[in-house]
C-alpha cells in the first residue's frame, strides 16, 4: 500500500468516526424541532471523551511499562464521559 492509500485510508476512518458520533448524539433532532445543536455537539464530545478513555484502557491492556498510568487515565476519562452523560440527563 502507497503513502497516498494509506493516508486517505486514515482521514476516512476518522471521517467515518465523526460522521457515527454525530449521528449517535442526535443530528437529526434538532433540524426535526428547530431547536439548537448544542445539545449535538455537546454529546459528540463526550463521546469522545469516552473514546480517549477507552483507548488508553486498551494501551494499558498492551502496554508493559506505563500501564498503571494507563488504566487510571482511561478509567478517569470514563468516568468523566459518564458523570457528563448523567449531568445531561439530569440527575445529578
Known amino acids: 500500500m502507497n503513502k497516498t492509500t494509506s493516508k486517505m485510508l486514515t482521514g476516512f476512518k476518522y471521517i467515518y468516526l465523526i460522521v457515527f458520533f454525530v449521528l449517535l448524539s442526535g443530528f437529526f433532532h434538532p433540524l426535526i424541532t428547530h431547536t439548537s445543536i448544542d445539545s449535538v455537539v455537546l454529546g459528540t464530545m ?23 498510568l494507563f488504566l487510571g487515565g482511561g478509567f478517569g476519562l470514563i468516568t468523566i464521559s459518564l458523570f457528563y452523560i448523567f449531568q445531561i440527563i439530569g440527575r445529578f
Open 46 to 68: 463526550i463521546l469522545f471523551v469516552g473514546l480517549a478513555g477507552a483507548v488508553l484502557l486498551y494501551k494499558a491492556a498492551v502496554s508493559e511499562k506505563r500501564r498503571e
